[in-house]
């Protein structure tokens, strides 16, 4: 199974402010969507109450040391690994880590992917991607996006692959 990392993220690491995105990208979004449908996402209590609901035709792994009625497209795990190793179980052959801060922090020695959207500038915010050490990664490929109706800021999409 792969592992799989998708953020959106400033030049300056932001990923969040007060529990929510710090922009809005329509192509992001829709990318987003294309890529998790029909997989397990795995994400932190805060990321899911930022989301406030399962996503439709996605199954929603919540790591939380407060778990909560589970239901057909969310489970609450005390830790990663029994998420991960539940999304195993059920045949995943891509799982998402979908954030927030710590669980990208606790999780970046096991993914195998990046889908990595680099919004232009730096943002104002509250929580942040580790730093990321491209040494250990190789472009597989690269989109460009630019300012537009539907997104506030110009933003490229790259896919890195550990090396």
Not at 10 to 15: C, L, M, Q, R
Not at 43 to 48: A, E, H, N, S, V
Not at 95 to 123: C, H, M, N, P
Not at 148 to 156: E, G
């Amino acid at each position: 199974m792969r592992i799989s990392f998708i953020v959106a993220k400033a030049e300056n690491n932001v990923i969040g402010i007060n529990n929510k995105l710090p922009w809005h990208l329509k192509d992001d979004l829709q990318n987003f969507k294309k890529l998790t449908m029909g997989h397990h996402m795995i994400m932190g209590r805060k990321t899911y109450e930022s989301i406030g609901k399962p996503l439709p035709g996605r199954m929603s792994l919540v790591i939380s040391s407060d778990p909560r009625a589970v239901t057909e497209q969310l489970v609450w795990f005390p830790s990663i690994f029994r998420a991960i190793k539940f999304a195993e179980r059920a045949g995943e052959m891509e799982l998402f880590i979908i954030g927030g801060e710590k669980i990208f922090k606790s999780a970046l020695s096991l993914a195998d992917r990046i889908y990595l959207t680099e919004v232009k500038g730096d943002v104002n915010g509250d929580t942040f991607f580790p730093p990321l050490s491209l040494k250990n990664w190789k472009l597989v490929s690269e989109q460009n996006f630019p300012k537009n109706a539907d997104n506030d800021h110009s933003f490229d999409f790259r896919v890195l692959d550990r090396r």
